[in-house]
T-cell receptor, first 120, second 117 residues
Framework: AQKITQTQPGMFVQEKEAVTLDCTYD???????LFWYKQPSSGEMIFLIY??????QNATEGRYSLNFQKARKSANLVISASQLGDSAMYFC?????????????????FGRGTQLTVWP | DTGVSQNPRHKITKRGQNVTFRCDPI?????LYWYRQTLGQGPEFLTY????????KSRLLSDRFSAERPKGSFSTLEIQRTEQGDSAMYLC???????????????FGPGTRLLVL
């Protein structure tokens, strides 16, 4: 089973509007972390925002916020006031706290990404 | 700039040749990761170092792949007897030490794009 599912291959939004990028995850761990990354056409992965499974409040970083719904196992990224420079691929990722072997693992599991295009 | 650096940025090789990539993490980061990304996919985990110890290897890392981090600073990823299926972007990331390991973001380098002809 996929650990991270991003069902939107592409999204379009007009400049200055808000957009929500969907992400659902699958884990049996109680302790885990969720991340969003941006990958422009240049290829470098840029860290945007983090949400911990025990965090009671949704994470926010500037124009980025994470809509965390634990019961639904969803961690959607909301970008407010979109800018042309936001056009990029966006990846949702998860780190499990304990994993199958009972030790803290380092790896991130990534989804397939959503290509966001912001138009003027 | 003290971000993660990777060299070379691009590599074209013929099938059967060996290639080696280098990654220099952010200086105070003790954790280093390698991922592979193919077109239209998210990055897939390959291996992970904490200091010089290789703590985890993915099943994706066949016996043709080897990674080292001899002094706990830079790392190399070698692919022996390259195959066309090895063509991908190879990404390196690092993260800082800390008790809250779960929350430590991984910071990525620009990647090495490999094309095997």
């Amino acid at each position: 089973a996929q650990k991270i599912t991003q069902t939107q291959p592409g999204m379009f939004v007009q400049e200055k509007e808000a957009v929500t990028l969907d992400c659902t995850y699958d884990t049996s761990d109680q302790s885990y972390g969720l991340f969003w990354y941006k990958q422009p056409s240049s290829g470098e992965m840029i860290f945007l925002i983090y949400q911990g499974s025990y965090d009671e409040q949704n994470a926010t970083e500037g124009r980025y916020s994470l809509n965390f719904q634990k019961a639904r196992k969803s961690a959607n990224l909301v970008i407010s006031a979109s800018q042309l420079g936001d056009s990029a691929m966006y990846f949702c990722a998860m780190r499990e706290g304990m994993g199958d072997r009972g030790s803290t693992l380092g790896r991130l599991y990534f989804g397939r990404g959503t290509q966001l295009t912001v138009w003027p | 700039d003290t971000g993660v650096s990777q060299n070379p940025r691009h590599k074209i090789t013929k099938r059967g040749q060996n290639v080696t990539f280098r990654c220099d993490p952010i200086s105070e980061h003790n954790r280093l990761y390698w991922y592979r990304q193919t077109l239209g996919q998210g990055p897939e985990f390959l291996t992970y170092f904490q200091n010089e110890a290789q703590l985890e290897k993915s099943r994706l890392l066949s016996d043709r792949f080897s990674a080292e981090r001899p002094k706990g600073s830079f790392s190399t990823l070698e692919i022996q007897r390259t195959e066309q299926g090895d063509s991908a972007m190879y990404l390196c990331a690092s993260s800082s030490p800390g008790l809250a390991a779960l929350s430590m973001a991984q910071y990525f380098g620009p990647g090495t794009r490999l094309l095997v002809l």
